[in-house]
């Protein structure tokens, strides 16, 4: 990815902020200044520059988050496209415990997450062949976050921010596309006891596997294609909820066993 010195340097400087914002908790200015609120190829340089500097300091790619599925969202932010993110292995929260200490205004949004069997590299990937590459599908929480000030975000500081993303729980009910159908998916999200958020599937891109396959294409025209074992997170089915220091979050999703979460305040 070739870009001009002033644009390279830009990225550079945008990468630095944002990465000292991640490493101290402390949250920084928007990026914008520095890239453009809607500057696709200089967000998404930024967004890699990023992988390519959590790579060498040992972390391991484990999939991509999709955000901005939905159409309220977008319209919230100006925009007519989802954007996504990558996954990392210390992300994933596997026994539900979320550790607190280096986020900064964390929220939830429960989604349905797809593990690949086969990669989704060739071909037109059309919607059968990536129904066919998806080995299971569970319920799963993203915690997203913000690493600059209020959420103060454009279309460009969510992307250089890696689509904003923290944490991930996934359930351990996995179903094949044959036991659910994704779009049919209806979801209660609850804080403790209260239900605070409600969706669906359609919610998201009007259908789960949509998200899936705009995001294949996506990355296979990047040349960074999707592979088999990888988790993708494919977009909120409601809207995302706020949740306060050692509070908990379930959701309970149809043709699922509900998955849970629980904030604490570690590092």
């Not at 000292?20 to 500057?39: F, K, N």
């Not at 040992?58 to 939905?70: D, P, Y």
């Not at 891109?205 to 040349?223: E, M, N, S």
């Not at 988790?231 to 379930?250: E, H």
Request: aromatic share 4%; proline share 5%; charged share 20%.
């Amino acid at each position: 990815m070739n870009h001009s010195p002033d644009t390279a340097e830009a990225v550079r400087a945008a990468a630095r902020r944002l990465a000292g914002a991640a490493e101290t908790a402390r949250p920084c200015a928007p990026v914008r200044d520095l890239i453009g609120a809607d500057d696709i190829t200089a967000a998404y340089a930024v967004q890699h520059q990023l992988t390519i500097d959590r790579q060498a300091a040992g972390a391991t790619v484990t999939g991509r988050k999709i955000g901005l599925t939905s159409p309220s969202v977008q319209k919230q932010l100006g925009v007519d496209r989802p954007d996504f993110g990558v996954l990392f292995d210390e992300m994933e929260c596997v026994d539900g415990v979320v550790p607190t200490g280096r986020l900064i205004a964390p929220k939830v949004e429960a989604e349905i997450a797809f593990v690949l069997g086969d990669d989704l590299a060739d071909g037109e990937l059309t919607l059968h062949q990536v129904r066919s590459a998806v080995e299971y599908a569970v319920a799963a929480l993203e915690i997203v976050d913000s690493r600059i000030l209020n959420w103060d975000i454009t279309f460009g500081d969510t992307v250089a921010d890696n689509a904003s993303s923290a944490k991930y729980v996934l359930g351990r009910d996995r179903r094949t596309l044959a036991e659910v159908e994704p779009k049919d998916v209806t979801m209660t999200l609850a804080v403790g006891d209260e239900v605070v958020s409600q969706g669906a599937g359609v919610e998201c891109l009007g259908d789960p596997l949509v998200a899936l396959q705009w995001l294949a294409r996506t990355a296979a025209a990047l040349g960074d294609p999707l592979l088999a074992g990888q988790v993708i997170l494919s977009g909120a089915l409601g809207p995302m909820v706020a949740v306060p220091p050692g509070g908990s979050v379930t959701a309970r999703s149809s043709g699922f066993d509900e998955v849970t979460a629980v904030f604490e305040e570690v590092s």
